[in-house]
């Protein structure tokens, strides 16, 4: 985005949807500042009344009552395209998506492609690269003190999915998706590890469904090539739990090793640095109490959104760029089918 005068006037905020993870985004933005909330719409009226905002059931008529500059979207990717076309034809600046975003990547382009020749900015809701963690991973990448980097690891370890009740207390609609541990959950990685390495250039996978009660896979890896020999590797296993008195902080652990050193990152949210060569750690980031999900990344996005909004600041994850995520995500699950290793990476 280009430089611009300040705006002083607070951001109309409306949202769409007052689902289980939505409750997040709504503590987000009263935590926010520069920011007034307008509204909130959800086909049960009574969740959108216990926002305690102006409730509506119908997004147009919310829309056109509360006249908001960003729309806030927190609903299922089903929902996406249409909720999109609606902020568009009343008129507001800007957009957050959840992910997944849309149902396909032929709906996400159509939807990309709107927003752009109406000159809304549209970003997606991808915020694992904002919890704080991820951040500490990228400025040592950035420093230099890890050397030449060689190999990135993240551990999913959720212990959430056994036995015939995985999911239902939380997210019920996990059981019955299709495609689960990637399109749901490894997608984050996907985007984490772009922010983190850049683009692969070849993509692996070999996934799998252990807990029959699902539909949908819930362990696997997938392995990112990138030049040099550098990999980025995804090892996901929802039955499984990792040392952590929240498995949900993290989800995991993960490990960024160089020929100068490592960081890893434990179930607490600390990172650590270990030298190479040395056995003595240096803390980078101390374990917190966040507020909010996961290091309090939704906040982080939305702040970050806002300052791109009113201040035009560069924004991450705006949806043209996204798009290589959903690319990437459909590689994934082609290179499982065929049980070989895709090196033509595309992304158009």
């Given at each position: 985005?280009?430089?611009?005068?300040?705006?002083?006037?607070?951001?109309?905020?409306a949202?769409?949807?007052?689902?289980?993870?939505?409750?997040?985004h709504?503590?987000?933005?009263?935590?926010?500042?520069?920011?007034?909330?307008v509204?909130?719409?959800?086909?049960?009226l009574?969740?959108?009344?216990?926002?305690?905002?102006?409730?509506?059931?119908?997004?147009?008529?919310?829309?056109?009552?509360?006249c908001p500059d960003?729309?806030?979207i927190?609903?299922?990717?089903?929902?996406?395209?249409s909720?999109?076309?609606?902020?568009?034809?009343?008129?507001?600046?800007?957009?957050?998506?959840?992910?997944?975003?849309c149902?396909?990547?032929?709906e996400?382009?159509?939807?990309?492609?709107?927003?752009?020749?109406?000159?809304?900015v549209l970003?997606?809701?991808?915020?694992?690269?904002?919890?704080?963690?991820?951040?500490?991973?990228?400025?040592?990448?950035?420093?230099?003190?890890?050397g030449?980097?060689?190999?990135?690891?993240?551990?999913?370890?959720?212990?959430?999915g056994?036995?015939?009740?995985?999911?239902?207390?939380?997210?019920?609609?996990?059981?019955?998706?299709?495609?689960?541990?990637?399109?749901?959950?490894?997608?984050?990685?996907?985007?984490?590890?772009?922010?983190?390495?850049?683009?692969?250039?070849?993509?692996?996978?070999?996934?799998?469904?252990l807990?029959?009660?699902?539909?949908g896979?819930?362990?696997?890896?997938?392995?990112f090539?990138?030049?040099?020999?550098?990999?980025?590797?995804?090892?996901?296993?929802?039955?499984?739990?990792?040392?952590?008195?929240?498995?949900?902080?993290?989800?995991?652990d993960?490990?960024?090793?160089?020929?100068?050193?490592?960081?890893?990152?434990?179930?607490?949210g600390?990172?650590?640095?270990?030298?190479?060569?040395?056995?003595?750690?240096?803390?980078?980031?101390?374990?917190?109490?966040?507020?909010?999900?996961?290091?309090?990344?939704?906040?982080?996005?939305?702040?970050?959104?806002?300052?791109?909004?009113?201040?035009?600041?560069?924004?991450?994850?705006?949806?043209?760029?996204?798009?290589?995520?959903?690319?990437?995500?459909?590689?994934?699950?082609?290179?499982?089918?065929?049980?070989?290793?895709i090196?033509?990476v595309?992304?158009?």
């Amino acid at each position: 985005m280009n430089q611009q005068k300040k705006q002083t006037q607070p951001l109309r905020v409306a949202c769409l949807g007052a689902g289980y993870f939505a409750q997040f985004h709504y503590d987000a933005w009263r935590r926010t500042g520069r920011v007034v909330l307008v509204g909130a719409c959800d086909q049960d009226l009574e969740k959108a009344k216990a926002t305690g905002l102006a409730a509506f059931e119908d997004l147009a008529v919310m829309l056109k009552m509360s006249c908001p500059d960003l729309l806030d979207i927190i609903t299922p990717p089903p929902t996406h395209l249409s909720a999109i076309k609606a902020g568009i034809s009343q008129g507001v600046r800007a957009i957050i998506c959840q992910k997944p975003f849309c149902t396909s990547l032929e709906e996400a382009d159509e939807a990309t492609r709107l927003a752009e020749k109406a000159g809304v900015v549209l970003v997606i809701h991808e915020n694992f690269r904002f919890q704080p963690w991820y951040r500490t991973f990228k400025h040592a990448l950035d420093s230099g003190v890890l050397g030449d980097v060689l190999q990135l690891t993240f551990r999913l370890r959720t212990g959430d999915g056994q036995g015939p009740r995985a999911y239902l207390d939380r997210q019920p609609y996990f059981q019955d998706m299709p495609q689960l541990l990637i399109h749901e959950t490894g997608v984050h990685w996907v985007d984490t590890f772009r922010y983190l390495l850049g683009e692969p250039e070849a993509v692996y996978a070999d996934l799998r469904r252990l807990n029959p009660v699902i539909k949908g896979e819930d362990a696997g890896y997938f392995v990112f090539d990138y030049p040099g020999g550098v990999r980025a590797l995804f090892d996901g296993n929802r039955l499984l739990d990792h040392a952590a008195e929240n498995c949900r902080t993290t989800l995991g652990d993960a490990s960024l090793e160089g020929t100068a050193g490592s960081i890893t990152l434990s179930g607490d949210g600390s990172v650590t640095l270990r030298p190479f060569g040395n056995v003595t750690e240096t803390v980078l980031l101390q374990p917190q109490s966040w507020k909010g999900f996961g290091g309090d990344c939704v906040k982080n996005l939305i702040t970050h959104v806002v300052d791109g909004v009113l201040d035009g600041k560069p924004l991450e994850n705006e949806a043209r760029d996204y798009l290589k995520v959903i690319a990437l995500e459909k590689m994934i699950y082609e290179a499982d089918r065929q049980g070989r290793k895709i090196r033509e990476v595309a992304y158009a």
